[in-house]
C-alpha cells in the first residue's frame, strides 16, 4: 500500500512541486494550504508523514506541531518541516518540538525524497524490542548486559557513555539534541550542562577509535546524530 503524506505549505507551487515529484515516487499525497487545514486533515486522514512549513497562516508550523504531539492519534506520525527559516536556533526548535527532520528551502528534489524515505521508512523506536541487541556496520550493543562490541573488541564504557551510546545507536539517521540527552540520560535532581554530554561523546569516541566519526556525527549547535547505513 502506497505511504500517504500530508503537504503543508501555503504557497501553492510548492505543493505542486513537491505534490507530482512524490507521485511520481508512488506516494499518496493531500494538501493543506494553512495551520487549520494541516490539523483537520492530519487528525481526519492519519498520514504516514507531514511535510510541513513553518510560516503559515492562521497557525504556524510550530503551533501546528505542538497540537499534533498532543493528540494521541496523530502524536507519533512523522513530521519533516520544509522551511525557508535557516537560522540555527529555527532548527533547533523543531526539533525540540519532535520534528524528525529540518530541511531548508530552495528545496533539492533528491534529497527530499531520499530524507522522506529515510523517516518513513525506519523502524519506529517505541515498536523496537527494549533488550534486543542492536547491530549496526560493525558495532554490537548489548542493553541487557551493557555490553559493546565493535571491530572485534569489547568496549568498556561507563553506565552513562553507555546510555547516550544506546539512545543514539536507537535512532539511527536522527538529530538528537543536546537538551534531549540531558532530560532522557540524567535524572532531574542532577544538575548538569550541555558540555557534559559533549566530554561524554568525546570519550565515547574515544574508547570505539572513532577517529574520523564513522559512527556519531556532530551537529554543529544542535546536537548529535548515529549515523545509519
Not at 512541486?17 to 486533515?41: F, H
Request: some cysteine; charged content about 35%; proline content about 3%.
Amino acid at each position: 500500500m502506497a505511504k500517504k503524506i500530508l503537504l503543508v505549505d501555503d504557497e501553492k507551487d510548492i505543493i505542486d512541486l513537491l505534490d507530482y515529484n512524490l507521485r511520481s515516487e508512488g506516494y499518496e499525497t493531500r494538501k493543506a494550504y494553512d495551520g487549520n487545514q494541516a490539523i483537520e486533515k492530519a487528525c481526519a486522514e492519519l498520514p504516514d508523514l507531514i511535510i510541513l512549513d513553518i510560516m503559515l497562516p492562521y497557525k504556524d508550523g510550530w503551533e501546528v506541531l505542538r497540537e499534533l504531539r498532543k493528540t494521541r492519534e496523530t502524536q507519533n506520525i512523522p513530521v519533516i518541516y520544509l522551511t525557508a527559516k535557516d537560522s540555527e536556533i529555527d532548527e533547533v526548535v523543531g526539533l525540540e518540538l519532535g520534528a524528525d527532520d529540518y530541511i531548508v528551502k530552495p528545496i533539492a528534489i533528491r534529497k527530499l525524497l531520499a530524507r522522506v524515505k529515510k523517516v518513513l521508512y525506519k523502524q519506529p523506536v517505541d515498536q523496537q524490542p527494549q533488550n534486543s541487541t542492536i547491530k549496526i556496520k560493525n558495532l554490537e550493543i548489548d542493553p541487557s548486559r551493557y555490553l559493546v562490541h565493535y571491530h572485534d573488541q569489547d568496549i568498556v564504557l561507563t553506565k552513562k557513555e553507555f546510555e547516550i551510546l544506546l539512545y543514539l545507536a536507537k535512532r539511527p539517521g536522527r538529530v538528537v539534541t543536546r537538551k534531549i540527552l540531558l532530560e532522557e540520560i540524567w535524572d532531574d535532581n542532577v544538575i548538569v550542562i550541555d558540555r557534559t554530554i559533549d566530554v561524554h561523546i568525546r570519550k565515547i569516541r574515544e574508547k570505539l577509535q572513532d577517529d574520523d566519526n564513522e559512527l556519531i556525527e556532530t551537529i554543529k549547535g544542535v546536537g548529535y546524530r548515529f549515523k545509519a547505513d
